[in-house]
């Protein structure tokens, strides 16, 4: 009868490797978690702006908007269609962005931002870091 008697070394050698293969299930197990998170989350911010384009299309606020409380050969006018935003007869963006709240769109480099006040979809107001902010008004006729 032979006896054989391991080392610790011997030992800890079998328990790393018997261990080994739990560590890289619980770190697979881990990624998947983080990707399967990263669909959800990406998931749910399509369809919020699928939402927000049902419930707020951008046909609400398309027409003719003229500065208020300005003379009419001072006041600003921006024409908001399909084909994008136009002032004085020129394109300024074909591409502006729509969300219920905000109306934002580039003219030249610098960004505008428009703000619309409990869903009245015929005032709104220019955000500016100036005192005075314009208010625009959508025209009648329109």
Known sequence: MSVTIKSKSAQGKESAL???PRKWLLGLAGMAAIGVSYVMIQGGVMLYQQY???TH???LIYGTWVEYDVA???ADRLVISAAGITIDGGVVDTDFQF???FLTYQHGSQERRFKFQYENWNEMTLQTDNAYQ???VKS???
């Open 18 to 20: 018997v261990a080994s």
């Open 52 to 54: 927000q384009q049902v």
């Open 57 to 59: 299309p951008k046909s």
């Open 72 to 74: 009419p050969y001072r």
């Open 99 to 101: 969300d219920g709240e």
């Open 134 to 136: 314009p208010v625009f």
């Open 140 to 142: 009648p006729s329109n």
